[in-house]
């Protein structure tokens, strides 16, 4: 790429921490990222990206603010549906978000305090929310979609009370508190599209991708035939001076070495690459092992804790 393209200003979504780190450190520009914020939703604050992208002056936009809708009066008190066929594309989707983080349980204690602050304020439900997003420091923007309708603009007017008022220490406080059974939706910020569980409406990729290539086809009809499946990942040195990038043994995958840095988060992803061509996960690889000639270069150890390996 042209060093006059890496200069423009460049958009990306839903880009991780450290993926996100790898653009900036190779002087791209970016000022936006697009990613899930929401008071369940809190990888935003609960990691580094917050910081990095004030330091970088990335602004977030975010999106799943309201949970596709669970976030309103609507759904104050009310049980876990029953039957997900009467729920739409986006509130299947958040149901796996809400299920992930705490369960419909904790979630209602989230949604009666977040009643409690709109009465307070006398603003909706979902304008409370949006507010709490609003405040955080590297959030530009929040993402609210309203379908046509003949009550739109009702809605919108709704979503527009998010600049009504402003959220006091207290209030802040109670929807930022740890509570009880509650847990991270996923590792980092954009988990849910890259490995299982999919947090998305179908529980999968399927409204994602495509269908299975040949290659992949290939490939999974001779592991279930228990042949050895050797990848490559197509970079043009790797026939002259490396091995195939993994092959699975006794249906364990064993993986070896990585870099420092931004580097191993990118070697990371090649052999993840491999492990999915072969059927498998980062979640299965039993070991890791960094070789560096200075101690100042560990902070290559640090991207395999973030792959959660």
Known sequence: MKQADISAKTQRSRVSYSHLQILIDSRFNIVTNQVSCSVIDRRVTQGHLNEMCLKNGVGLLCYGTILGGFISEKWVGQPEPTDITELDWSLLKYLRFISA???????????????????????????????????????KVVIVGTRPATNSETYIA????????????????????????????????????????????????????????????????????????????????????????????S????????????QTVRILDIIEGALKALGSYMKDVVRTRTLVEDLKYCEGSQSCSWLAI
């Open 251 to 262: 249906e364990l995958p064993i993986v070896g070495g990585s870099s420092p840095g931004s």
């Open 101 to 139: 983080a705490s369960g419909l349980d904790v979630f209602q204690g989230v949604l009666q305090m977040l009643a409690a602050i709109a009465r307070k304020c006398c603003v909706p439900v979902s304008a409370v929310a949006t507010r709490y997003v609003l405040d955080i420091p590297s959030v």
């Open 158 to 249: 709704s979503n527009l009370k998010a600049f009504s008022f402003k959220l006091d220490g207290d209030d802040s406080s109670s929807i930022s508190k740890p509570r009880t059974r509650s847990k991270t939706c996923r590792e980092t910020v954009s988990d849910e599209y890259r490995r299982p569980p999919y947090l998305t409406a179908a529980g999968d990729l399927s409204d994602h991708l495509g269908e299975e290539t040949e290659r992949s086809c290939r490939v999974r009809e001779a592991i279930e035939r228990g042949l050895r499946v050797e990848y490559c990942s197509g970079n043009k040195w790797e026939p002259i001076a490396a091995t195939p990038s993994m092959s699975p043994v």
